[in-house]
């Protein structure tokens, strides 16, 4: 009896010494998330930017996180509006594109300028050695937080040319065409090309390109079949003129309000967010290609256009573009530091180097 005391007496001073030296739990905090997100209608919203909030971190923290997180398409709001919006505290997080944002903050555009990338792997790549800078850019120029960073399908060139029996076009025959864009490095771009951008919201180009207000349009392989461009455009010209960069940001007093086991937590989830995110959509590339042409279509019917591969002259002209038109405008519009910035990342995995 005893050893039996002295044995229970033992394993009791174990336990007690035990909780004395163990870590205090983690205590996540309750709060309800304002958010705004992406367009409803494209599998960002549907994937992953509505479930990291209703379901993803709900269930994560137990249920204290929770959010009421509508679509830029159900708030009526365009992608413009949406960063300043976070940085008055209109919203507490938001997913919006750096090109959409690059007004106060021409460092934004350096993840994006167009032509430069052309391959999906180097471009998780350039975002992740550029990380940093966006990190602080959105910081210092919209009070916020950066908690993650993914992408829309390649940026390509959907143009209505009038025949589809038409099969051989190049980057030439865009002289003269209109051409949608929504920021001033495709701007750039299509300058290049002599030919005219137009700026018009992803909402009002389908209208737009019936209208003839623009020939072409610049946006991602799965949006432009989802939005149902095949309907009024006839070719699909296969040069990637950018990604679209897509981040998460948290207001910064919203952010700071939050204790360290609560954002510990949120960027453990945004990271994994992140991670999926990627691997969907360099899937989702090839699928957005397949269904606008002539399928496989696993999204409904197949939007016939006429696939256009870019021939070893067009890539040659795409190169030039980029480096003598988009990467000098916007390294003399971004200023030194930015510039030295780029070259020391991006600039360094695409080997171009930018001057002022």
């Known amino acids: 009896m005893k050893i039996q005391r002295v044995l229970m007496a033992g394993a009791v001073a174990a336990g007690l010494c035990a909780t004395a030296i163990a870590p205090a739990a983690a205590e996540v905090q309750k709060f309800k998330f304002e958010v705004v997100g992406t367009w409803g209608f494209l599998e960002n919203w549907k994937e992953f930017e509505s479930k990291f909030w209703n379901e993803r971190l709900p269930k994560a923290s137990g249920g204290k996180l929770t959010a009421n997180a509508k679509p830029y398409t159900e708030l009526g709001l365009k992608g413009y509006e949406v960063m300043s919006g976070l940085k008055k505290g209109a919203y507490d997080a938001v997913h919006a594109l750096t ?21 999906f792997d180097t471009y998780r790549k350039a975002v992740n050695a550029y990380r940093p800078i966006l990190e602080r850019e959105i910081a210092d120029k919209y009070n916020a937080k950066l908690i993650n960073i993914y992408t829309f399908p390649s940026q390509q060139l959907w143009c ?18 209109k051409i949608r864009t929504y920021s001033r490095t495709l701007g750039d771009f299509i300058e290049g090309l002599d030919a005219s951008a137009v700026t018009i919201a992803f909402a009002e180009v389908v209208p737009a390109l019936q209208k003839g207000v623009a020939d072409c349009g610049i946006t991602g392989t799965m949006p432009a079949y989802n939005a149902k461009w095949w309907q009024v455009v006839t070719h699909n010209i296969r040069v990637r003129v950018g ?15 939050l204790n360290a086991d609560t954002q510990k937590l949120i960027l453990s989830e945004a990271k994994k967010m992140e991670d999926d995110a990627w691997a969907f959509t360099k899937t989702l590339d090839q699928k957005g290609m397949d269904c606008n042409a002539a399928g496989p279509c696993d999204k409904g019917k197949p939007g016939g256009m006429v696939p ?39 600039g360094k995995i695409v080997g171009i180097t930018a001057k002022e």
């Open 160 to 177: 209505n040319m009038g025949d589809r029996s038409v099969k051989n076009i190049s980057l030439k025959d865009l002289k003269g065409k």
């Open 99 to 119: 090109s959409y944002s690059a007004k106060a903050s021409p460092a934004l555009e350096g993840i994006d300028l167009a032509g430069v990338i052309q391959d």
């Open 243 to 257: 990604y679209a960069a897509t981040f998460t940001a948290i207001n910064m007093d919203t952010w700071k309000g």
């Open 308 to 346: 256009i591969m870019p021939t070893t002259d067009d890539q040659a002209m795409l190169k030039k573009i980029a480096r003598d038109v988009v990467v000098k405008r916007w390294a003399k519009r971004c200023g030194a530091k930015c510039t030295a910035e780029w070259n020391a990342t991006i």
